[in-house]
């Protein structure tokens, strides 16, 4: 099992919906969770940052981790074609990140 | 542009040969790590490296090395290269030795394809 595990998708969406994307994860001492945005031919940038349970917002975007069921998401509001982009959730322990291998989304015009 | 940078951005070479990766971590960061990206393994950690010497290992094989050099700068060995080390290598960089607890920046990549 791997310790950061994503739906790769594709996901479609139209223009404005709310997306949801979602990972699981295996081990219970992860304390650090972040989602990362992948433009095409570009490298990872950290997009949001969370710490233990809980929301977190940031303009359109929501983090929410739920460290019970070892569950994280990112929630996406009024979507722009602009947010189209490969989504990866990652965690991490004292030493290494883990990533998910990706969730790609098209936001429709 | 993140201040990581990567060459070359894209090599194409033939089964069993060797290539080298080079990396240049944003002004100031001391630590540099290589990631390899492919579709059915998503985002693996290889190496990093803190201001010269190896700091943590991940998954790499042992046809695969790097090293920092004293300017900071890394470079990724592979050799014997197979087909399936086609993929995407990223370098990363950060401040200190130990992982920041959000992560850090990345460089846009050097893809590799192994013909």
């Known amino acids: 099992q791997k310790e950061v595990e994503q739906d790769p998708g594709p996901l479609s969406v139209p223009e404005g919906a709310i997306v949801s994307l979602n990972c699981t994860y295996s081990?219970?001492?992860?304390?650090?969770f972040m989602w990362y945005r992948q433009y095409s031919r570009k490298g990872p940038e950290l997009l949001m940052y969370?710490?233990?349970?809980g929301n977190k917002e940031d303009g359109r975007f929501t983090a929410q981790v739920d460290k019970s069921s070892k569950y994280i998401s990112l929630f996406i509001r009024d979507s722009q074609p602009s947010d189209s982009a490969t989504y990866l959730c990652?965690?991490?322990?004292?030493?290494?990140?883990?990533f998910g291998s990706g969730t790609k989304l098209n936001v429709k015009p | 542009d993140s201040g990581v940078t990567q060459t070359p951005k894209h090599l194409i070479t033939a089964t069993g040969q060797r290539v080298t990766l080079r990396c240049s971590p944003r002004?100031?960061?001391?630590?540099v790590y290589w990631y390899q990206q492919s579709l059915d393994q998503g985002l693996q950690f290889l190496i990093q490296y803190y201001n010269g010497e190896e700091r943590a290992k991940g998954n790499i094989l042992e046809r695969f090395s790097a090293q920092q050099f004293p300017d900071l700068h890394s470079e990724l060995n592979l050799s014997s290269l197979e087909l399936g080390d086609s993929a995407l290598y990223f370098c990363?960089?950060?401040?200190?030795?130990?992982?920041?607890?959000?992560?850090?920046?990345f460089g846009s990549g050097t893809r590799l394809t192994v013909v």
């Open positions: 081990n219970s001492a992860f304390q650090y």
């Open positions: 990363a960089s950060s401040v200190g030795s130990r992982q920041s607890n959000y992560g850090y920046t």
């Open positions: 002004s100031g960061d001391l630590s």
């Open positions: 990652a965690s991490r322990d004292f030493n290494k990140f883990y």
């Open positions: 969370t710490y233990s349970s």
